[in-house]
């Protein structure tokens, strides 16, 4: 979010977006990198495919 504005803002927007909220402007700008990326924004999924907890079934299977 704060990238957005700091876009809107052009020159100079990251470094007062960065002092204004607080936060380091390495972060803005890999939100902006990531913004101009449109791979990222075209995936319809939020997490990698196979991440996350693992089913019961598998682990108990394991043992």
């Known amino acids: ?3 957005i ?3 809107k ?3 100079g927007g990251i470094r007062y ?3 204004l909220f607080g936060c ?4 803005i700008n890999k939100g902006i ?5 449109r791979s990222l924004i075209s995936s319809p ?3 990698r495919s196979g991440a996350g907890r693992k089913k019961a079934i ?6």
């Open 33 to 37: 990198a990531d913004l101009e990326q």
């Open 9 to 11: 803002l052009g020159y």
């Open 1 to 3: 979010m704060h990238s």
């Open 5 to 7: 504005e700091a876009k």
């Open 58 to 63: 598998k682990l108990l299977l394991t043992f």
């Open 45 to 47: 999924r939020i997490r």
């Open 24 to 27: 380091n402007y390495r972060t």
């Open 17 to 19: 977006i960065s002092k």
